[in-house]
Structure formats: structure tokens, C-alpha cells
């Protein structure tokens, strides 16, 4: 396969040096299940198991100016049929993956395959991004013990169907009972960097209304206070709270928001708890903070003791 920039081609014994740079890196294989190669005689062995053309199609993804590997788009040969790819880091976010990807689907719908999924650690949502430029749809989000490192990753699965209409693919959250449909406001959120945001020292209200809030917040919308905390967010320090006047022993918030690390790319507002979730328009960005944005949350009704 050749693009505009590229040649995407089966990896072939003279490649190995160059697969072993790729399989060896930390920063590729951050979020892939293996740990990175220590040496060449584990990148023969893992050659021989990767490019196993019965099990894989494992294509290197090559500059046209010199045709060695820079990294790969590789689909497994049996359902679910898995989308697997990667880079080296001083060609990322430059489109590579994308041109490459793309040219692997094309051919894929002439060949008549049925449909192809990928997954990506919700901790790499640039891995996501990916996926949605190529045009596959976000299905799910589901838990899984991650082997051989042996720690729970939150993936994301997505979904394109190439010939025919075919149902979501649900083996991987009929095997574990934690799994969940996350509102798209969401998807491409930081979420370490979240999380890292709100470990700083924030300063918070301590008005009355506020100390109010953060007493009965998660008591009283657990499922809320369970997705907020899925993205890094400290559901005890928000950034702002828009109280109304107490009526007797409730008391109303208007709008609470939240800051977020990363880009929230929909204006679609998403329900839980009888409480919406939306994107903030009072503070589009916070602070004009590059790669950060608020959301607010409307409808909050707490116990309010004088």
C-alpha cells in the first residue's frame, strides 16, 4: 500500500533492527500490554510471533524517502477482529498513523471484511482520537486484569462495520460486570492530568453553601460522584457553585462547575442522577489554560441545615 507520504508493507526479516527500535520503546509500549523488548534475540522471537500471517496482519509503516520502518498498523485475523497501531515519537501527531490506517481499512472493505474494533487505555485518549478520525464509533467502556503487566485498565472499544450492518462486538463487557457507556463530552479527557490538576493546592470557598456541598455531594448522587471521579476530578473541590436562597431544609445549586484537562469537542448535555452535565459556556476555558476546559452540572438539590 502507498500513500501520499507513505509505504505501508508487511515487515520482512531485513527489518529487524528497526522493529526492535519500535518494540523496544517506553513511550510506545506505555499503554500496550507487554513490556518493552530488552534485546534482539526477544525481537526474533517476538518477529516470529507477531507476523505470523495466520494470526496477523502486521504492517510496517514506512517514509517513502527511505522505506524503513517507523512503526505499525497490524489487524488480527479472527474476530474481533482488533485494530492495533503505533509510532515512533518524533513522528507523531503528524498524521502518519492516521494516512496509514486509513489505507489498511480501504483495502479491508474491498477484501469484504465484515467489521473491525480497536481499544485504547482510557488513560490515551489520544489513541482515541485516532480512532474517531478513522470513523469508528465509540461502544463502550469496560475493566480488564491487563496481562502480562497485571494491573485494571479502563479500555475503550470502538467499532466500524465495513460490509454489511453487524452488531457491537460485547464479548469483552459480558466478561466483567464493571463496565459503562461514558457521555462523549468526555472522551477525550486528560485524565492523570486531571487528576493531577486537582492534587495541587486549590483554593476553595468556605462559605457556608459550599462547606454544605462538599459535606452531602457524594452522599447524595453517588453514580455522579462515581463518574466525576472516573476523570481525575475531585468531586470536593469545585470551581465554582451558584447556590440559590435555602427553602426550608433543601437548599439548590444552579450550576456546580468542574475543570478538566484536555478537549471537550460536543455540545451534547448527558444525564445521570436527574442532574445534566454539559459543557460550562461561563468559563469555556479556565483561565484561557491551554488543553483545559469546565464543565457544569445543573440541578443539585442537598439537605440544608442552618
Known sequence: MITERLIIRPFTKEDLQAFFIIYSSSDINRFLPWYPLKDMEEAETWFEKHCDPQKNRQYAICMKEDNIPIGYVNLSCKEPYDLGYAILKPYQNKGYVTEAANALIAVLKEEGQPYITATHDALNPASGRIMQKLGMQYCYTYEE???????????????????????????????????????????????????????????????????????????????????????????????????????????????????????????????????TIHKADAYPTYKQAENTFVIGINGIRLPWEN
Not at 453514580?223 to 437548599?251: C, M, Q, R
Request: net charge negative; proline share 5%; aromatic share 14%.
Open 145 to 275: 486484569n491487563w496481562m502480562p503487566k497485571d494491573f485494571l485498565v479502563n479500555f475503550r472499544m470502538y467499532q466500524m462495520n465495513l460490509n454489511g450492518e453487524h452488531p457491537v462486538y460485547e464479548h469483552y463487557r459480558n466478561v466483567t460486570s464493571h463496565w459503562m457507556i461514558e457521555p462523549e463530552l468526555f472522551l477525550n479527557t486528560q485524565i492523570e492530568e486531571t487528576a493531577a490538576w486537582y492534587k495541587e493546592d486549590t483554593e476553595q470557598c468556605e462559605c457556608d453553601y459550599c462547606t454544605a456541598f462538599r459535606k452531602s455531594f457524594s452522599h447524595c448522587y453517588p453514580a455522579t460522584a462515581k463518574l466525576l471521579s472516573f476523570y481525575g476530578i475531585d468531586v470536593n473541590k469545585p470551581l465554582d457553585t451558584s447556590p440559590a436562597e435555602p427553602e426550608g431544609n433543601t437548599i439548590t445549586y444552579d450550576a456546580v462547575q468542574y475543570v478538566l484537562k484536555g478537549v471537550c469537542n460536543t455540545n451534547k448535555d448527558y444525564s445521570v442522577e436527574g442532574l
